[in-house]
């Protein structure tokens, strides 16, 4: 090995000093706390794909509303726990414009961030009933909504999206459902990190299986409107954003204003539990939590209040001015996120050129959309073989296992990418493939460019 | 009964309406709704004091700063889990400052207000060792902090400091350390809803039981600074906020923002862990949620982590400045909240002139502070009638038994009442006094005159 841009015992020991032992189980935080290391040490800039940042500026209409609301004095006051009103109609309303739904104001309730909604949604719906107490996901998935299914301490089951697409997949739900002990189902769409996007069929059986064996259908889309093929321009029209909302009853479907919004630095999401949902009582609830037993209550009075006394008051300003905007057709969602699909379009052209290949490709026959994230792999090397080779490189991914997906492969995400170092990217594949050249698996090259 | 200034049928129906069945076991959220409910109806303006909510305009310092990290961009950004490193270092500082207290800056973590901190620590050391898994509170206290344990599902103890101040306390506290199950003693100083503050000798005997039992001691200092007997006002001279960081080794503090600097809307507390307990690790904490198994480290890498993923951006910009002002003597705690003060003596002179008496009245002896929250009551007077009768007459309260006190009787909160109105309310418990005379038991007035 001649051509690596880094050296490799500079890795290694930043690896062994962070202590990543097996390559397989790197994480997040272990590779940035690595890539970090070695940047210092070397001066070499990396094209850093491990992690999932925002990369664009956070709309003007949150940041102004936001400065005005603290220049009126609202640090002062405490924030209501269910929510501005105002921000819970724009929120009703942005969600009837953009994916179709009708759901009340009452439902949709700001949360500090979308993982403080997860974390609430997980405590609900896993003690609704005792005897049900188990979280199916549809993998890969984030691992912290694992990591928050161990803190709060309830079982999960999980199995791999791969395998089971179209007709397989309510087969598959419903050998789960029919075990009696799943509350809900989780799954994010478009999902990290392998940018699969549940078709409308897709959705629609999740809803109905779920309805049928009354659980409840968790839907984090925590990368809304990022589906490139689905061009969510206007405000009222078709296509809407793909939800499970148009097909179950008994729904909470979460949305993060991280990604679409970029505005990741002030914690806020949206749960919005159905309106079947909102109101229904369970007496394990009630016992479990006191108060009156129902769903919608024990989310915001019992939850969000005893988690962090509701979202901090200014966001709530943000949050409102934004969707007003969205709504209104001032703001274009669909323009926000374009650029994150050009740059993806841009690497995954790169690498399959040069004979690595996508490892989640496709939706039920049609191509994977251009994201935020997308999977590849170099056929005969294992994720974590991939992730540390590709540090030689100058060049940062994170192993899938961590995401709970059972194929070799990386993730890669293009939000901190510009386009302006496209060039530098191609040459650092270059030098990679004059070291470790394709294995013979690679044969047919291009076979499945998007 | 002729004098009362609003309609007793009016105020009897709005409590029905808000599903008050029992007067005691009233809580705040269901006072505030019915007197919003009888002000809506009436026209009559309460003199309201059943509500916490601070009630002096934040410092410009804070919102200052979070205007300015907002227009740089701050909304795109994460925040770093452990807070923002600035930020750490000027809470270290002001820890040292205000409590002459030592901790390291790694140890010091923002969290989505004090609520989120305590919700985090009572997972964090009941999980610490199995055997462990009961936190004693001494009471009176905040009673949402016994809702988080329930959340949580983990057991608490709890007993009435009014029968235990001095040289009982320390015995009655190490009779439950005895016990085995003790994993954490939870106290607020100042507290809520008594006003009740620990002197230096109970907080000393705390401190060293705990240490001599290896349980930890979380002090929730939502009030500090409010002790009006304690003068704040130079930095790095005493005298200092109280504290148990001054006799113990394993102690978790919880500083809110609410009170002292005005903050409560955007939701901002700190968990300043002692340099003791940060590194320790527990083999049933690892056990439990993965990670290292130490406290510093479970407490954000997977509490906080998993709860929010850390404390919006720009609040931690806010509350550098806030704390830098203070730590520099341009900002005088002192004289933030002696409004408090000045507002709570002019009630409770009318309060006693009309023979009604403090509840909780003196700390070992001395008068109780004027501060933020009192107690009264009515004598030979439940805590829940007074607070019924106390509407007819167009003034609010609730009553203690929602705060783990025992004692007949109610807490006011003079944080939303102006000074212009105590000639207002003196009319009104004069009406009040026509129509409820005095009883026997109230010979010896003004014998509990703070």
Same mark, same amino acid.
């Given at each position: 090995?001649?051509?690596?841009?880094?050296?490799?015992?500079?890795?290694?020991?930043?690896?062994?000093?962070?202590?990543?032992? *097996?390559?397989?189980?790197?994480?997040?935080?272990?590779?940035?706390?690595?890539? *970090?290391?070695?940047?210092?040490?070397?001066?070499?800039?990396?094209?850093?794909? %491990?992690?999932? =940042?925002?990369?664009?500026?956070?709309?003007?209409?949150?940041?102004?509303? %936001?400065? $005005?609301?603290?220049?009126?004095?609202?640090?002062?006051?405490?924030?209501?726990?269910?929510?501005?009103?105002?921000?819970?109609?724009?929120?009703? #309303?942005?969600?009837?414009?953009?994916?179709?739904?009708?759901?009340?104001?009452?439902?949709?309730?700001?949360?500090?961030?979308?993982?403080?909604?997860?974390?609430?949604?997980?405590?609900?719906?896993?003690?609704?009933?005792?005897?049900?107490?188990?979280?199916?996901?549809?993998?890969?998935?984030?691992?912290?909504?694992?990591?928050?299914?161990?803190?709060?301490?309830?079982?999960?089951?999980?199995?791999?999206? &791969?395998?089971? #697409?179209?007709?397989?997949?309510?087969? $598959?739900?419903?050998?789960?459902?029919?075990?009696?002990?799943?509350?809900?189902?989780?799954?994010?769409?478009?999902?990290?990190?392998?940018?699969?996007?549940?078709?409308?069929?897709?959705?629609?059986?999740?809803?109905?299986?779920?309805?049928?064996?009354?659980?409840?259908?968790?839907?984090?889309?925590?990368?809304?409107?990022?589906?490139?093929?689905?061009?969510?321009?206007?405000?009222?029209?078709?296509?809407?954003?793909?939800?499970?909302?148009?097909?179950?009853?008994?729904?909470?479907?979460?949305? @993060?204003?991280? $990604? =679409?919004?970029?505005?990741?630095?002030?914690?806020?999401?949206?749960?919005?539990?159905?309106?079947?949902?909102?109101?229904? &009582?369970?007496?394990?609830?009630?016992?479990?939590?006191?108060?009156?037993?129902?769903?919608?209550?024990?989310?915001? *009075?019992?939850?969000?209040?005893?988690?962090?006394?509701?979202?901090?008051?200014?966001?709530?300003?943000?949050?409102?001015?934004?969707?007003?905007?969205?709504? %209104?057709?001032?703001?274009?969602?669909?323009?926000?996120?374009?650029?994150?699909?050009?740059?993806? #379009?841009?690497?995954? %052209?790169?690498?399959?050129?040069?004979?690595?290949?996508?490892?989640?490709?496709?939706?039920?026959?049609?191509?994977?959309?251009?994201?935020?994230?997308?999977?590849?792999?170099?056929?005969?090397?294992?994720?974590?073989?991939?992730?540390?080779?590709?540090?030689?490189?100058?060049?940062?991914?994170?192993?899938?296992?961590?995401?709970? @997906?059972?194929?070799?492969? =990386?993730?890669?995400?293009?939000? #901190?990418?510009?386009?302006?170092?496209?060039?530098?990217?191609?040459?650092?594949?270059?030098?990679?493939?004059?070291?470790?050249?394709?294995?013979?698996?690679?044969?047919?090259?291009?076979?499945?460019?998007?």
């Amino acid at each position: 090995m001649t051509n690596n841009l880094v050296d490799t015992r500079i890795v290694d020991n930043a690896l062994e000093a962070c202590g990543v032992k *097996n390559m397989e189980d790197a994480t997040i935080r272990d590779i940035t706390r690595v890539v *970090n290391s070695v940047e210092a040490t070397t001066g070499t800039r990396f094209i850093r794909m %491990e992690m999932g =940042v925002p990369g664009l500026p956070p709309p003007e209409e949150g940041t102004r509303a %936001e400065i $005005k609301a603290l220049e009126a004095g609202v640090a002062q006051f405490y924030p209501m726990l269910e929510g501005d009103p105002g921000l819970k109609e724009e929120a009703a #309303r942005f969600v009837k414009n953009f994916m179709d739904v009708d759901v009340r104001p009452e439902g949709i309730i700001p949360t500090v961030g979308s993982m403080q909604a997860c974390f609430a949604a997980f405590m609900l719906v896993t003690a609704c009933r005792k005897e049900r107490d188990t979280v199916l996901f549809l993998d890969p998935g984030f691992p912290v909504q694992k990591n928050q299914m161990r803190v709060i301490g309830k079982p999960y089951a999980a199995f791999d999206l &791969h395998d089971y #697409r179209g007709e397989r997949l309510g087969k $598959k739900i419903e050998e789960y459902l029919e075990g009696g002990r799943v509350a809900a189902i989780l799954y994010s769409n478009p999902n990290n990190p392998a940018w699969v996007c549940l078709a409308g069929e897709e959705l629609a059986m999740i809803g109905e299986l779920a309805d049928k064996h009354d659980a409840i259908v968790l839907e984090d889309l925590a990368y809304f409107g990022m589906d490139a093929r689905v061009d969510l321009s206007r405000p009222g029209e078709p296509p809407f954003q793909p939800t499970v909302g148009r097909y179950a009853k008994n729904f909470i479907t979460i949305i @993060s204003a991280s $990604k =679409v919004f970029s505005y990741a630095g002030q914690r806020l999401g949206l749960a919005c539990i159905s309106d079947a949902l909102y109101h229904r &009582h369970h007496d394990d609830l009630q016992e479990r939590f006191g108060g009156d037993g129902t769903i919608g209550y024990t989310f915001v *009075n019992r939850l969000i209040y005893t988690l962090s006394s509701g979202t901090t008051h200014s966001v709530q300003h943000a949050a409102r001015a934004i969707l007003e905007a969205a709504n %209104e057709g001032r703001l274009d969602i669909a323009e926000r996120t374009r650029e994150y699909a050009r740059r993806a #379009r841009a690497v995954k %052209e790169l690498l399959l050129a040069r004979g690595f290949r996508l490892v989640y490709d496709q939706d039920l026959g049609q191509p994977l959309a251009d994201g935020f994230y997308f999977t590849f792999t170099d056929p005969g090397t294992s994720g974590g073989e991939l992730t540390r080779r590709l540090l030689y490189y100058g060049v940062s991914a994170i192993p899938l296992r961590d995401a709970g @997906s059972t194929r070799p492969g =990386v993730r890669a995400c293009v939000s #901190r990418l510009g386009l302006e170092r496209v060039g530098e990217l191609a040459d650092r594949l270059a030098r990679f493939r004059l070291d470790y050249p394709p294995s013979g698996e690679q044969n047919g090259l291009f076979t499945n460019i998007p």
